[in-house]
Every structure is written in structure tokens, then in C-alpha cells.
């Protein structure tokens, strides 16, 4: 069973910085596509950063140039450097990865369980 786990969320103030990490562990095969999604109170969960293996990066409205996606592909290992943090990127942070499993091959797509990040004025 592939698992996905986050870390890294927390209180922070307004203009400060957070990274969170997401470990993929099970029997992976292959990864395509690694992501960071959002999902705030009462609003629609949005994407926050898309990274296709070899190809180039996607980031949500306004938040390139201070979001950074990153992946360690020998570790399955997910990260994504939040830097001037504003109160409105308040919200539950979901990984997401769409991979190989070694026990069918086509990609699926999985979700870690969220971690929360919480921005203060």
C-alpha cells in the first residue's frame, strides 16, 4: 500500500517561512507527477505547485515566486518552500502523487493525509 505522509505545517506570522516534507513510502515503482494541493475552510481544495517528472513546473495564481516545489526522486521524498507567508494561505496542505505501483502498470494517484498550516496577521 503506498502511503503518503506530511510534516512541516504549523503557526507561523504573517511574512515568515514554512517547508513541508512529504515521504512516499510502499511499493513504488515510479513516480510521474508530484503535487502540493490546498484546501481551505469552506472553500474548494486548489492547487498549489504541480511538478511532472522532466517537464516544467505549475504553480496556483499568485503564488510563484514565493512557493517552490522541489522532489528528491531517490528518496520519494516531496518538498515545498512557502516563503512570505500571508494569512490567506491558511488551509490543510495535501501531497499528491501519481504513481507506479510494482503490482500494476498503469499510474494512480495518491494523497497524504494533510498537514495544517496557519498563517497569523
Known amino acids: 500500500q503506498v502511503q503518503l505522509v506530511e510534516s512541516g505545517g504549523g503557526l507561523v506570522q504573517a511574512g515568515g517561512s514554512l517547508r513541508l516534507s512529504c515521504a512516499a513510502s510502499?511499493?513504488?515503482?515510479?513516480?510521474?507527477?508530484v503535487g502540493w494541493y490546498r484546501q481551505a475552510p469552506g472553500k474548494q481544495r486548489e492547487l498549489v505547485a504541480l511538478?511532472?517528472?522532466?517537464?516544467?513546473?505549475t504553480y496556483g495564481d499568485s503564488l510563484r515566486g514565493r512557493f517552490t516545489i522541489s522532489r528528491d526522486n531517490a528518496k520519494n521524498m516531496v518538498y515545498l518552500q512557502m516563503n512570505s507567508l500571508k494569512p490567506e494561505d491558511t488551509a490543510i496542505y495535501y501531497c499528491?502523487?501519481?504513481?507506479?505501483?510494482?503490482?500494476?502498470?498503469?499510474?494512480?494517484?495518491?494523497w497524504g493525509q494533510g498537514t495544517q498550516v496557519t498563517v497569523s496577521s
Open positions: 499528491n502523487i501519481r504513481a507506479r505501483t510494482y503490482f500494476r502498470d498503469d499510474y494512480a494517484s495518491y
Open positions: 511538478m511532472p517528472r522532466g517537464s516544467s513546473t
Open positions: 510502499g511499493p513504488i515503482d515510479s513516480i510521474s507527477v
